[in-house]
């Protein structure tokens, strides 16, 4: 599917999926049409980057927003796994037992914990949701902020010593998608 952002219209469309249905994309506009295509935003498919070398000239790959604020929800949750399991080798029952809560407390506001549910604000699953909710609010923003946000994210994410966040996000074509504030999500 090829989607005109400025528009917000599905441009283009076609059963299957891969570089040969995304080429029969480009077979379509003229020279001049697909001179005028700025950017190419999708998922991280290899695939996509490959098209994209060979067809539009003046096309920049842009990684969608969508799909790199989703691949960031999952990291919350893989934090929590990594320390319960931790916890279990370590057979320590207070720890893992204050383990058991952290999933559904992690989201809430401080002065809604339950006794059981209080967790610590500097801990990994704390770290991490934090992490992903400001990630998650960085394709709303104006344009000229965007880009020192996210370098400020990029920042904390490389630096928080999770694992799962510095192993993720250490991507050199991060900040794109959030110039051109596009994402497929509605589209998809």
């Excluded at 090829?2 to 040969?20: F, L, N």
């Excluded at 916890?87 to 914990?113: C, F, I, Q, S, W």
């Excluded at 991507?171 to 959030?178: D, G, I, N, T, W």
Aim: glycine share 6%.
């Amino acid at each position: 599917m090829a989607v005109d952002h400025k528009r917000r219209r599905v441009a283009w469309a076609h059963d299957g999926y891969g570089k040969e249905v995304l080429d029969l994309f480009f077979r379509q506009p003229t020279d001049e049409q697909r001179a005028s295509i700025r950017a190419v935003t999708g998922d991280g498919a290899e695939w996509i980057d490959a098209s994209v070398k060979e067809r539009p000239p003046n096309a920049e790959r842009v990684p969608d927003s969508f799909h790199i604020v989703s691949r960031m929800s999952d990291a919350p949750d893989q934090v929590r796994k990594r320390l319960r399991n931790q916890t279990r080798r370590g057979n320590d029952k207070t720890a893992t037992e204050a383990m058991r809560g952290v999933r559904y407390a992690v989201p809430k506001n401080p002065e809604d914990l339950t006794e059981r549910q209080d967790t610590d604000p500097r801990g990994q699953p704390y770290r991490s949701w934090q992490l992903k909710e400001l990630l998650g609010t960085l394709p709303h923003q104006p344009t000229g902020q965007a880009g020192a946000k996210l370098k400020r994210w990029i920042f904390r994410a490389s630096h928080s010593r999770i694992p799962e966040i510095v192993e993720s996000f250490t991507v050199p074509a991060l900040p794109e998608p959030f110039n051109y504030q596009n994402s497929n999500s509605a589209y998809e």
